[in-house]
């Protein structure tokens, strides 16, 4: 049992590094220039957490709790 284990688990991994997955290029595509270590971080972390943050920030100003509001006081919320 414990070998058929082992020889499924060589077959996934055989089958999941295998380059059936990529993309062949066409005979005239030619790859462009690579990007530095700044733009990288700069385009995959530094970007999609701004933009997180500027979405929580305007989610949070829409819907933020109104204090000195004032309110009639209702019987069914307060207990006096």
Sequence with gaps: MKSKIS???VLL??????P?????????A?????????????YFLIAPLSLFLAIVIIGYAIHRPREGKNKPSNLLTEIR
Excluded: C, D, K, Y
Aim: proline share 6%; net charge negative; no cysteine.
């Design 7 to 9: 020889a499924l688990i």
């Design 13 to 18: 991994i055989t089958f999941l590094a295998s």
């Design 20 to 28: 059936a997955w990529a993309v062949p290029q066409e005979g005239a």
């Design 30 to 42: 030619e790859p462009g220039e690579g990007l530095t270590a700044l733009q990288t971080v700069l």
